[in-house]
């Protein structure tokens, strides 16, 4: 059988350019000739903050590494460059770089690649584009060090590859029901199918359903933090708000963490097509809109922690304190809270042993291939919700659109509605509202009630989609600053006197500042906030010039 074509095949000059004589000599400036003989490894598996190489003579072949074999990835030849995404955060290598001949190379520590990435706009976009695309490369040709053995009938299954895929993390998935490799590999490390889903992280490590924080920690997502570390900035939350707080703080020369429970892009990161965001007039995806401002924030120097969520903030003394679950306390001088909000649960006792086998908060392509040519529900009137049963409607044999109000003018963009009144494949059921789930092990049939008929149907659908109502992610922030009566955090104007009695000082909190000053909020998190990602956006940029303000004050 003829393979498919590759579809990076005419983007190898962009993702494997070679640089010219110029471009050599500025390199040469700030990096060191280096000779190197055959065979000889220059960066292992497992390495952190691994050196930049440009090969002058020679040649430098890329190596996957699994169970004691080799795959060779890419040779580069003379005038090309080492390197991904890894590269550039520091996070470890997942490959084995190794040199095919003597020969000799240009090296420049990861420091140093910073600062050409920030400062050498021209060779900056040769570096970020390759490294982008090569990282998108290993996603779609899942070239990478983790194996993941799952089931897609297990909740834990899909929670472990939406955290790798939204972590843009390279991995090989196998599944116990279709793929015949999968019995000789558990038949080895002595488990059984009842025991999944399994990861196999490095080539070495072998976990039983872990969390994703240990997961993160195996494979070397989130580098050493320390309480001995004085940030300028700590982000918590990397929705659009977040990221852009990031970006544009870690430009300005402040030096940022930024916090993330889950993985980078928050509720938007889950969404299959954003339109109405400006500068994209075809759309693009939560997650690859996330994907691109992450690896902004990176190549400005942020650090990026994943997996690991804040539990309280320290609020009672300068510089602050945010402790993350596992013990660890950051210090900032200024702290931006963008954890954004979650999508309301359905109040129905049963609804945890359906959450993963049938009930889902995104519809992304990973539950879109759960549910092809399937019945699916979709409860919401917000544009989430509607964007997701327009991408769900085009793979599914009928969506049905759940809203308790009588339509969706108030809560949706017009566009939107127009698409699900004009599509064939989309019902729109006002009054309504699920008042049951049922099935055995995973959802079998839910039962709906019009409240204005005063029907209830129950009706054989095995997939829903919860996309309504948002509740703020606010409790680790008991006993610090003010909140509304939804727990929304309160700045700026709203914010009332009995809001600030503690506040000390002359001058009145800054816009988008809370009743802690030098503690600001921003984007879904916020009371009063306008739930889209360009306003979330605009927020977080906004916010970094008056912590400017803060920290030249303090």
Excluded at 59 to 83: D, M, S
Excluded at 328 to 338: E, H, M
Excluded at 376 to 399: C, D, M, P
Excluded at 405 to 428: C, F, V
Aim: glycine fraction near 10%.
């Amino acid at each position: 059988m003829q393979n498919p074509p590759d579809p990076f095949f005419e983007r190898q000059k962009q993702m494997f350019p070679k640089l010219d004589a110029a471009q050599i000599h500025r390199l040469s400036l700030i990096a060191k000739r280096r000779a190197v003989t055959q065979g000889q490894v220059l960066i292992d598996v497992g390495d952190a903050n691994s050196p930049f190489f440009v090969v002058l003579s020679g040649g430098i072949e890329i190596l996957r590494t699994h169970e004691a074999q080799e795959e060779r990835i890419v040779l580069h030849h003379p005038g090309e460059f080492t390197g991904e995404m890894n590269m550039l955060s520091g996070r470890k290598s997942m490959f084995l770089a190794r040199a095919t001949s003597d020969g000799e190379v240009l090296e420049l520590d990861h420091e140093g690649l910073r600062r050409v990435v920030q400062n050498d706009s021209e060779l900056s976009e040769l570096f970020m584009r390759a490294y982008i695309l090569r990282r998108v490369a290993l996603v779609a040709r899942n070239q990478g060090n983790a194996t993941l053995i799952g089931s897609v009938h297990s909740s834990d299954t899909l929670h472990l590859r939406e955290f790798l895929t939204r972590n843009s993390q390279p991995f090989t998935y196998l599944d116990v029901d279709r793929d015949a490799d999968v019995q000789p590999l558990l038949d080895r490390f002595h488990v059984t199918a009842s025991e999944i889903p399994i990861v196999i992280c490095r080539g070495a490590t072998f976990m039983r359903n872990p969390s994703t924080q240990a997961l993160a920690e195996c494979m070397g997502l989130n580098p050493e933090l320390s309480s001995e570390t004085l940030y300028d900035m700590i982000v918590v939350g990397a929705g659009p708000s977040g990221l852009a707080a990031a970006v544009y703080g870690a430009s300005e020369g402040l030096k940022v963490l930024v916090i993330e429970t889950n993985a980078p892009g928050g509720q938007a990161g889950s969404s299959s097509k954003i339109e109405n965001y400006l500068g994209f007039p075809t759309g693009i995806s939560g997650q690859a809109l996330a994907g691109r401002a992450y690896a902004q924030a990176q190549k400005f120097g942020a650090e990026m922690v994943v997996a690991r969520g804040a539990i309280r903030l320290g609020c009672d003394q300068t510089p602050y304190s945010v402790e993350l679950d596992g013990g660890t306390k950051v210090l900032s001088r200024t702290i931006v809270i963008a954890a954004g909000a979650q999508y309301r649960r359905l109040p129905l006792p049963e609804l945890p042993k359906y959450e993963g086998n049938g009930v889902f908060y995104g519809a992304t392509r990973m539950e879109q291939q759960l549910c092809l040519d399937c019945e699916v529900i979709v409860v919401g009137g917000g544009n989430s919700a509607g964007q997701a049963a327009v991408f769900l409607a085009g793979s599914s044999k009928h969506v049905h659109m759940l809203v308790r109000s009588s339509g969706l003018a108030d809560t949706m963009s017009r566009y939107l509605i127009r698409r699900i009144e004009d599509h064939p494949q989309i019902t729109l059921r006002t009054h309504t509202e699920i008042v049951g789930l049922e099935g055995e092990t995973a959802l079998e049939r839910v039962r709906w009630r019009d409240s204005k008929r005063g029907i209830t149907e129950t009706k054989p659908i095995q997939h829903v989609f919860v996309m309504t109502g948002a509740d703020p992610n606010t409790a680790w922030l008991d006993g610090c600053v003010a909140r509304d009566e939804k727990g929304f955090v309160k700045t700026g104007v709203d914010l009332h006197e009995a809001d600030l009695a503690k506040w000390p000082g002359a001058r009145p909190p800054f816009m988008l500042e809370t009743s802690i000053p030098g503690v600001f909020a921003v984007g879904d998190v916020r009371s009063g906030s306008v739930k889209r990602v360009a306003s979330a956006v605009g927020e977080g940029s906004i916010c970094v010039q008056l912590i400017h303000k803060v920290i030249a004050a303090s």
